[in-house]
């Protein structure tokens, strides 16, 4: 069972925030996170965004995809009109770093980010979305606007007690780099990206 288990005012680049680690053991070094802005009005639809650890892409600002990129817009977005991130330890579509770096090293030889995983043995992708939906009911959160393109995590919220009020795209353009992961994206997941062919 979740729950909290410490929290604090952050300031960041992007403002203020209240960061919340949730998980079943206090010990946990990887707990989920709830990441509020300061002025979240939990009165009104909530702006939530749900986001799965990129270590590549946040930390190390890998060019293969955009995860970092979304998440800078989320908290900006966030601390201009309210909101909170709910960020998922569910690394590389939930198949872990280290599975993720072999992954890597297929797509070097040609192999897409689908045909990566699936050749070595692991899903397409793991990821559980019933965990941000436990988090929000523990947080109290029964009504919100999604921060998505991805149709999995609409569909979770759906299917739970918690309230789709409407969606809000985030769209990060491609480049180079990040082209045939956006495509793949768009033509495999079914994600909303309006401005990738």
Partial sequence: MLKIQAEANV???????????????????MPHMAIIAENTDFSRPVNVRFHSECITGEVFHSKKCECGQQLDAAMKYMQTNGGM??????????????????AYSL?????????????LGLPADDRNFSVAIDILDILGVKDINLLT??????????????????????????????AAYLKVKKDFFGHLLENEK
């Fill in 85 to 102: 991130i709910v960020y998922l330890r569910q690394e590389g579509r939930n198949i872990g770093i280290i599975n993720k770096l072999k």
């Fill in 107 to 119: 797509q070097e030889k040609g192999f897409d980010t689908v045909e990566a995983n699936l050749e």
């Fill in 149 to 178: 393109n991805n149709p999995e995590k609409i569909k979770a919220v759906e299917n739970s007690n918690i309230h789709l009020n409407k969606r809000i795209p985030i769209q990060i353009d491609s480049t180079s780099d990040s």
């Fill in 11 to 29: 300031p960041t680049e992007h403002g203020n925030f209240r960061m919340i680690a949730l998980s079943e053991d206090e010990s946990d070094w």
